[in-house]
């Protein structure tokens, strides 16, 4: 190739390069170099966030990073993404239509948590025809909260058995971020849950079922498969997501998850 010819090429390449479309905003981030977590699979099923029955057993649990508090909001980098996915259950029903797919992670213990969960719940309302909302407890293995998250992700997950998670979320929140109510044993939770409407016995009944067995010992694989270093963290379609850090504010995470939207890749396996 001559050299003029050969400048002219590089040179236009190097111009594509440079106007590559940039990340929607800095609350944004970008396409990892490997999917995160169920990669083209619904997250989890009976209920609306139970692990898939079909799993034969319990996942195993990978250590997430460092052993220490997850932050509510803090500087810390994104993780390295994860060598693998884990494999998952397909799931069927009227969500499998929607075209988009929004994975939060939070801590019922979490200030930041706490403040996203009314923004949240009125964003995926507004997007209730094309974005699957989807919540998993945080279970950072290790950290010094751990079990008191573990008793936390089980009184979630008992709740979605009942059905009352979208009953019943901002008022968990409000007991013990605001209340300071010890929910982290079966009779407290299962008190709580009868002073709030619920029948004691099947919420005891649920809180030892097999499903929400199975979905406890899931939670900390999906944390670290997910990368997950600050509370709350959504992730939109795999590759992209939005925290407080990232977006500058808990109060500027619901527009961070529209630009994530917008630019996101349908998950093209529903």
């Not at 001559?2 to 002219?8: E, I, V």
């Not at 195993?60 to 508090?69: D, E, L, M, N």
């Not at 010992?217 to 270093?229: C, E, I, S, T, W």
Request: proline residues 8%; contains cysteine.
């Amino acid at each position: 190739m001559k050299p003029l010819l050969r400048t002219t090429v590089l040179i236009a390449v190097a111009g594509g390069l440079i106007a590559a479309p940039a990340a929607a905003a800095n609350a944004v981030s970008a396409r990892p170099s490997a999917p995160h977590g169920l990669t083209g699979k619904q997250l989890l099923t009976p209920g609306r966030y139970l692990a898939g029955a079909q799993q034969t057993g319990p996942a195993k649990q990978h250590g997430s990073a460092p052993g220490t508090r997850p932050v509510d909001a803090g500087s810390q980098a994104p993780a390295a993404a994860p060598q693998s996915p884990p494999t998952g259950t397909q799931a069927a029903g009227p969500q499998a239509i929607r075209l988009h797919e929004a994975v939060e992670f939070f801590w019922y213990n979490c200030l930041h948590s706490a403040a996203l969960e009314a923004p949240l719940t009125r964003w995926a309302a507004q997007h209730q025809s094309d974005v699957t909302l989807r919540r998993i407890p945080a279970i950072w293995v290790g950290s010094p909260d751990e079990a008191e998250q573990r008793a936390h992700a089980r009184l979630f997950y008992t709740l979605d058995r009942l059905g009352e998670v979208d009953r019943q979320q901002a008022a968990v929140f409000r007991a013990v971020r605001d209340d300071g109510v010890d929910l982290t044993t079966e009779q407290r939770a299962a008190d709580w849950a009868a002073a709030h409407g619920m029948d004691a016995a099947k919420f005891r009944a649920a809180y030892h079922s097999a499903e929400v067995d199975r979905a406890v010992d899931q939670a900390p694989r999906l944390f670290a498969d997910y990368q997950v270093n600050e509370l709350p963290t959504v992730v939109v379609d795999h590759d992209g997501r939005t925290s407080p850090t990232r977006a500058g504010g808990v109060e500027n995470m619901p527009a961070a998850l529209d630009r994530l939207v917008a630019v996101g890749s349908p998950n093209r396996a529903r």
